[in-house]
Nanobody, 117 residues
């Protein structure tokens, strides 16, 4: 089992920045991926960014150049630095941990990000 605790959401004006953090605890095995997803009402949860235990990263096109995902393997944390936020970035952001070999995945409780115009 893996437990995920998120922090850092909030309200920000367009053009501003926020930083999300997620700490994982429990049975952390590699290889794995730590990711941030977001969801808005009426839409499917979408992958925003992932960072793998290898260090590689991937981003959805809409956040490339604005968001940066980074992890600290020693602390089992993943951060999402979000810059140049716009109202389309509004949503509930969820931290996700996925064990790549077994396929088990775990979710955080979600943190609200609201970007005002």
């Amino acid at each position: 089992q893996v437990q995920l605790v998120e922090s850092g959401g909030g309200l920000v004006q367009a053009g501003g920045s926020l930083r999300l953090s997620c700490e994982a605890s429990g049975t952390i095995s590699s290889p794995n991926a730590m990711s941030w997803f977001r969801q808005v009402p009426g839409k499917q949860r979408e992958l925003v960014a992932s960072v793998f235990s290898s260090g590689s990263t991937k981003y959805v096109d809409s956040v490339k150049g604005r968001f940066t995902i980074a992890r600290d393997n020693a602390l089992n944390t993943v951060n999402l630095q979000m810059n140049s936020l716009n109202p389309e970035d509004t949503g509930v952001y969820y931290c996700n941990f996925r064990q790549l070999l077994l396929g088990h995945e775990y979710w955080g409780q979600g943190t609200q990000v609201t970007v005002s115009t």
